[in-house]
């Protein structure tokens, strides 16, 4: 796809507080730490026109009995995310998405997919994570939706979430690129081989180099595609650097890696919606993965360290 700058493009920022996808509440605050630790004031300051679009309202929360996967509230928040995501891409803005728990991947890449789909064109996908998010409800060890996002999306899974925006699959295999991962749920691993997605493992960064899997992972996820969505989860970053995180993996991207990869996904500039999920304030050490995820945010839309 031709190359086009992120750094004129203005960003439509929308925060998604949503922590039923996951065991363990905390990631619902993600969004509030993003705000406070200066997200908009960062990027106004690089010169990126942002218009801060609030938060998706969430259904009331209810009692939960055991094994309840919040289907219907999590169904909701992502046919209104992905409206919206839709919406900013039809205005010629460039979605910024913050969660929240992974399972709002489903309602953006559902709005970002369809915005291409109805101008006959399609999308590619980078996925940055320390999992597989590949789970459907028959291999899924605990039931929980943010487990499930990257399955949904490539048409396996609940119907109603499959089916959100009333077409599935949302991207195509061949055009996904999976980075970072090295936690993989036993059946999981099936599923991945099953659809054949190009998977790129914390053994092929350390070998390889990050650069050149980044360069292998970029290319893929652009080849043939008019626009790629970058969903990066903050738990593929080593947990010493990013504790902040639902579900910490040891063994993650350094702080250097990390920056990297979003400064690649830059420079490739074909990156056309971004969302960054999984931070749990209340797990953070002093912020610091608030923070970060500020600053890869701005690596991604290309500031420099020049
Ligand atoms: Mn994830």
Not at 50 to 76: F, H, M, N
């Amino acid at each position: 796809m031709a190359k086009r700058s992120a750094r004129r493009k203005a960003i439509d920022l929308v925060g998604v507080p949503i922590d039923y996808g996951a065991n363990l509440r905390g990631v619902g605050m993600g969004p509030t730490a993003f705000r406070l630790a200066g997200l908009a004031e960062n990027l106004r300051a690089e010169g990126i026109a942002v218009r801060d679009q609030g938060d998706v309202p969430l259904p009331p929360p209810r009692k939960r009995p055991p094994g309840d996967d919040c289907l219907p509230e999590i169904r909701a928040v992502c046919a209104d995310l992905a409206r919206r995501v839709e919406r900013a891409l039809v205005a010629g803005r460039m979605p910024l998405v913050v969660g929240g728990d992974h399972s709002i991947a489903i309602g953006t890449v559902a709005g970002a997919s369809r915005h291409f789909r109805a101008r006959g064109g399609r999308m590619g996908l980078l996925w940055v994570d320390a999992h597989g998010d590949m789970n459907n409800p028959r291999t899924s060890p605990s039931g929980n939706i943010h487990g499930m996002p990257l399955a949904v999306t490539l048409g396996d899974g609940i119907p109603v979430l499959v089916r959100l925006g009333g077409f599935a699959p949302k991207v195509d295999p061949s055009r996904t690129a999976l980075v970072g991962i090295r936690n993989l749920d036993e059946e999981e691993r099936g599923n991945i081989a099953r659809f054949g997605i190009n998977v790129y493992t914390m053994k092929d960064i350390d070998r390889r180099g990050i650069a050149s899997v980044m360069d292998e992972a970029v290319h893929v996820a652009s080849n043939g595609a008019d626009g790629v969505h970058v969903s990066f989860d903050m738990d593929v970053v080593d947990p010493q650097t990013a504790p902040g995180v639902g579900t910490a993996v040891p063994g993650g991207l350094s702080y250097r890696e990390a920056h990297l990869v979003m400064e690649l996904v830059h420079d490739a500039g074909v990156m056309t919606s971004l969302e960054v999920v999984e931070t749990n304030p209340f797990l953070d050490v002093r912020s610091q993965t608030a923070k970060l995820g500020v600053e890869l945010i701005l690596s991604a839309l290309g500031k420099s360290i020049y």
